[in-house]
């Protein structure tokens, strides 16, 4: 690394997100120079497939020439306005009169804010701010899950369950609590079907409930599929149980389609895939095709009602970001539903998964790969270092690191939580390059296989 070259500046002068900063300062990173379709390169010409589309959200790939053009028209018309004070402007009207549209279940109005973090947070609030304008106060305690993913902000990650992320942040914040982690090939007892863990994943939620009291128990926010915590799709049954028990102790169900939204499951929402009924919905990421941070919450008319009467009590709804609802931000949501609708992006999405499903299961003949399951274009692979007994490697080896090292090394960006190894492509992805994405996963896998037996030879 020379002096003064991007890679010693990139040390010198930025902090980064969710990253090992010590050894950030050894060893650097890579800096992305440009994007075409599902491909991003680096500042050195070296070519990569990105399986991850980014951060599970560059659904278009990385290229689209429309939206640009669609930021532009509305940066040359009207750059910037807000929705305060009952000012607002179109592109905000448009896209929220379409989200209301497509939502998956009976929705009454849309909150836009600037990432899924928002959007979540906000949801936290008025989940607070309705129980208060319906007289029950006491009713504030928030249930998530364990694994769960719902953003950084002080309140989303608190309702997230992601230990690392709260650890000497004097985080959670009291009065959140997490319930089990559906993934059923690491966590089922021996002998124990989809159905009946999901049965247990149910009860064990009832009993947190039941502990806590159902009178303070506020919310449950749940991501259909659960993308942070390794792409874990819900057992069969799962979600049909869990909602049975919310049902029955008034717990209002918060659905974060953060990454599921928009075609990623082969529907346009994860609510559909599963059927959920839920009273708020988050979205981002591909809402935008991730090309402007922009995020939206849906609410169904029942809080709606409630914030009416805080309006009237309080004389405003007191919440609101500068940026929230930025125009360009929604004209380029708004531009990426039409591309979705034009290209029939769901119809894509379930004609390629059984290629994207089976070819990655295919791969369970891999001496590192314990399990592989996923629903449309979002799959999470589990690494073992013992398939037949289910044993996971110790986590001090770091093995999903080494694979993600290594299909780094061969041109594939995936990304490693712990030993799960996630894949969530963009939507527009082809046959061929989901070929080409098997190809150099098995590329990884062989190069971290060979590497760490090469490590036990040393060290025998
Ligand atoms: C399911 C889910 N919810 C919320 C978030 C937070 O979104 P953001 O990073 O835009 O704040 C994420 C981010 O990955 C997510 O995956």
């Given amino acids: 690394m020379t002096a003064n070259s991007p890679q010693a500046r990139d040390i010198a002068y930025l902090v980064h997100q969710q990253t090992d900063l010590a050894s950030f300062q050894e060893t650097g990173g890579t800096l992305i120079a440009k994007g075409e379709g599902v491909y991003v390169y680096d500042d050195a010409g070296k070519k990569y497939l990105e399986a991850m589309a980014g951060l599970w959200c560059a659904s278009l790939g990385f290229s689209e020439k429309r939206l640009a053009d669609a930021a532009y028209k509305q940066l040359l018309s009207l750059p910037y306005y807000h929705t305060f004070y009952a000012k607002g402007h179109l592109p905000s009207v448009d896209l929220a009169e379409q989200l209301i549209k497509l939502a998956p279940v009976p929705m009454s109005k849309v909150l836009f804010q600037c990432s899924g973090s928002e959007a979540n947070d906000a949801a936290i609030k008025l989940v607070w701010y309705y129980h208060n304008a319906i007289g029950k106060p006491e009713k504030r305690k928030i249930i998530g899950r364990v694994r769960g993913y719902h953003g950084n902000t002080v309140a989303s990650v608190s309702v997230s369950g992601q230990p690392h992320m709260v650890a000497d942040f004097n985080l959670p914040l009291p009065g959140f609590f997490h319930t089990d982690n559906p993934n059923y090939y690491r966590f089922a007892l021996d002998g124990e079907s989809e159905a009946d863990f999901a049965t247990r ?260």
């Fill in 201 to 460: 994943m149910a009860a064990n939620l009832e009993e947190l409930i039941l502990r806590e009291g159902p009178e303070t128990v506020a919310a449950f926010f749940g991501e259909p599929v659960q993308g942070g915590g390794g792409a874990i799709t819900p057992p069969d049954t799962y979600w049909e149980k869990i909602q049975a028990v919310l049902k029955k102790y008034d717990v209002l169900f918060v659905a974060d389609e953060v990454i599921c939204g928009f075609g990623r499951t082969g529907n346009m929402w994860g609510c559909q895939t599963y059927d959920l009924k839920p009273d708020m919905i988050s979205c981002a990421k591909a809402l935008s095709a991730s090309y402007q941070p922009i995020s939206a919450l849906m609410i169904n008319e029942k809080i709606h009602q409630a914030m009416l009467v805080e309006s009237r009590k309080l004389g405003s709804f007191g919440h609101g970001f500068t940026y929230g609802a930025h125009p360009v931000a929604c004209a380029v949501a708004l531009e990426t539903l039409a591309i979705y609708a034009e290209r029939d992006i769901v119809g894509h999405v379930r004609s390629i998964t059984p290629a994207f499903l089976d070819g990655l299961k295919m791969l369970e003949d891999h001496p590192l790969v314990g399990n592989v399951r996923g629903v449309g274009l979002i799959a999470g692979v589990e690494l073992m270092a013992d398939k037949a007994t289910r044993t996971p490697f110790a986590p001090e080896q770091k093995i999903g690191a080494l694979v993600q090292e290594h299909c780094q090394q061969a041109g594939l960006i995936v990304r490693a939580i712990g030993d799960r190894i996630a894949f969530t492509p963009p939507l527009i992805i082809t046959t061929e390059q989901i070929d080409e994405l098997l190809a150099k996963f098995r590329q990884g896998l062989d190069g971290a296989w060979a590497e760490l037996n090469t490590q036990k030879i040393a060290a025998d």
